[in-house]
C-alpha cells in the first residue's frame, strides 16, 4: 500500500478538515501536562482530531476507537498511521476532560476568521442524556429508610437467636456472617442517606431564597394595589428531604428525570446555545436540574467567556421551560432581548390594546410583561418560529445522525467536558458543511 496517506481521502472530506483546523489550535496546555519522564507520548493534536472525528462517526468507546485505527481508512489517515492503544485514549480523554473548553472557544474563533460566526440571534435549550448509569441501581429517601428499618429489625432478631443456645435454628446458619452482611448494608444505606441530605440542604436554600422572593413580591402587589394578591401562596419548602429524592450507587452526580415522551431515566439535562446564522453551539454545560428554569444564568456565564471577535448576541429565544420573571431580567441586564412563551395568554387583552393609553400602559409593564407583548407581534412569532430549524435539529443530528444518546464517562465535571466533546464535534462536522459550500 503506498506509504503516502494524502492521496486517500478527497479535497473536501471531513477527516483531513479536522486535521487541518486541529493544526491551528493552541494545545500548548496538553503539552505542558506531559513534562517530566516517561515513555514518547502520542502528540496531543493528533489525539484532539482522533476523538473529535470518532465522535462524529458514533464511534465513543476507546476500544472501538484503537480498532478504528487499524480498519478505517480516515481515522488512519488522523493516526498517521499509528495505532494508540485503548488505554492511552482512555487515559488522554479523563485526562484533559477540563481544558476541551480551551479548544472550543479556538475553532468558534476559527469559524469567525472564516467569515461563518457572527453572533447576532440565538436560540437555547436542553436535553436529556442518559448517564453511565442504571435507574435500577438507585435508592430512594423513602426505600433506605424503610430498608434501614428492615435491616436493623433483622439484626436484632439474629442477635436473640445467638443467645438461644438450645434453638436447633440456630445451626442451620451461620449467625456472625449474617449479621456483618447487613451491617456492610446499613453503612452504605447510611452513607446514601446522608449524600440525599446533603443535597436536599443545597436545594432548600435555593428553594427557601425563592419562596421568600415569592412572598416578598406579593406582599409588595398588595401595598401598592391594595388589593388581595392574585393566586395560591407559594407553599413554604421543607427542610426534609422528599420520599422520591434518591441517589444512584453507579453515578452519584446523575439524576432521574423524566422524558418528553412519557417514562423516567438516569440521565444529565445537556443545554446547549446555537447561533441562528451558522447553527453552531455557541455554549455548552451539563446540569443535574430536571428542568431548565435555572440554565439562563449559566449560559450568560459561558456566553461572556467568547472573545469580542464573536459578535453581541442581541435577541435568544427560548420555550416555555425557561419561562420567569427572573430570567427574562437577566438577559434583559445583558442587553439580549428574550423571546419565551409563557404556555398561556391571558384573556381579554384587546381592551389593554385598544382602550388603554400606549404611555401609561408601558410605564405599568414590567420587563416580563414588555418581552410578551414583543413575542405577540408579527415580527416575534416569525423570529421565534426560527428556534425550531436551529436549536432542535441540533439534538437531532447529535442523537440520531451521530449516534451521542448516552455519555461514556461517570460524574459532572467529567460529563461536562465529554458534552463539550460532542459540541466540538458538532461544531467541526458543521463547519466542513459550510467550508466546502463556500469553496463551490
Known amino acids: 500500500m503506498?506509504?503516502?496517506?494524502?492521496?486517500?481521502l478527497d479535497h473536501n472530506n471531513l477527516a483531513r478538515f479536522i486535521v487541518d483546523v486541529v493544526e491551528q489550535l493552541d494545545t500548548q496546555q496538553f503539552e505542558d501536562e506531559y513534562r517530566g519522564g516517561g515513555s514518547q507520548p502520542y502528540p496531543p493534536k493528533l489525539m484532539l482530531a482522533l476523538l473529535f472525528y470518532c465522535y462524529i462517526k458514533s464511534i465513543f468507546s476507546s476500544r472501538q476507537i484503537e480498532i478504528a485505527t487499524y480498519e478505517q481508512v480516515p481515522v488512519i489517515f488522523i493516526a498517521n498511521g499509528l495505532h494508540p492503544d485503548h488505554t492511552s485514549i482512555a487515559v488522554f480523554r479523563k485526562r484533559f476532560i477540563n481544558k476541551f473548553k480551551h479548544i472550543f472557544i479556538q475553532i468558534l474563533e476559527i469559524a469567525v476568521e472564516m467569515n461563518i460566526l457572527k453572533l447576532g440571534d440565538i436560540s437555547i435549550d436542553g436535553t436529556k442524556i442518559h448517564a453511565n448509569a442504571s435507574k435500577h441501581k438507585a435508592m430512594s429517601w423513602k426505600y433506605a429508610n424503610q430498608l434501614e428499618a428492615q435491616l436493623k429489625k433483622e439484626v436484632e432478631m439474629l442477635l436473640k437467636k445467638a443467645e438461644e443456645t438450645s434453638n436447633k435454628a440456630v445451626s442451620d446458619i451461620d449467625i456472625p456472617d449474617e449479621i456483618k452482611r447487613r451491617e456492610i448494608r446499613l453503612e452504605k444505606i447510611a452513607e446514601a442517606k446522608e449524600t440525599i441530605k446533603e443535597r436536599h440542604a443545597i436545594r432548600y436554600q435555593e428553594e427557601k431564597r425563592e419562596y421568600e422572593e415569592k412572598m416578598k413580591a406579593r406582599e409588595k402587589y398588595v401595598e401598592e394595589t391594595e388589593k388581595k394578591a392574585r393566586g395560591r401562596p407559594p407553599a413554604a419548602p421543607s427542610d426534609e428531604p422528599k420520599d422520591t429524592d434518591q441517589v444512584n450507587f453507579t453515578d452519584e452526580d446523575s439524576r432521574i428525570m423524566p422524558l418528553s415522551g412519557g417514562g423516567f431515566e438516569q440521565a444529565y439535562n445537556a443545554q446547549a446555545t446555537v447561533d441562528m446564522d451558522s447553527r453552531l453551539i455557541i455554549t455548552n454545560h451539563v446540569t443535574q436540574n430536571t428542568n431548565d428554569k435555572r440554565e439562563v444564568e449559566p449560559m450568560l456565564t459561558e456566553l461572556a467567556l467568547l472573545p469580542e471577535s464573536c459578535g453581541e448576541v442581541k435577541r435568544?429565544?427560548?420555550?416555555?421551560?425557561?419561562?420567569?420573571e427572573q430570567n427574562h431580567n437577566k438577559l434583559a441586564d445583558a442587553n439580549i432581548e428574550?423571546?419565551?412563551p409563557s404556555g398561556r395568554q391571558k384573556h381579554n387583552q384587546w381592551?389593554?390594546?385598544?382602550?388603554?393609553?400606549?404611555?401609561?400602559?408601558?410605564?405599568?409593564?414590567?420587563?416580563?410583561?414588555?418581552?410578551?407583548?414583543?413575542?405577540?407581534?408579527?415580527?416575534?412569532?416569525?423570529f421565534y418560529a426560527k428556534r425550531k430549524s436551529t436549536i432542535e435539529p441540533t439534538f437531532g443530528i447529535i442523537k440520531h445522525v451521530m449516534g451521542f444518546r448516552q455519555f461514556m464517562l461517570r460524574g459532572l465535571e467529567a460529563v461536562s467536558g465529554e458534552w463539550t466533546i460532542v459540541s466540538i464535534g458538532f461544531n467541526l462536522k458543521r463547519l466542513c458543511v459550510l467550508n466546502s459550500q463556500i469553496i463551490k
Do not use: C
Not at 503506498?2 to 486517500?8: K, M, Q, V, Y
Open 316 to 324: 435568544a429565544a427560548l420555550d416555555n421551560g425557561y419561562h420567569s
Open 338 to 340: 428574550s423571546y419565551i
Open 351 to 382: 381592551f389593554k390594546e385598544y382602550v388603554v393609553d400606549a404611555e401609561d400602559k408601558n410605564d405599568a409593564l414590567t420587563v416580563m410583561d414588555t418581552a410578551q407583548e414583543r413575542m405577540n407581534t408579527k415580527d416575534g412569532k416569525a
Open 2 to 8: 503506498p506509504s503516502n496517506l494524502t492521496g486517500w
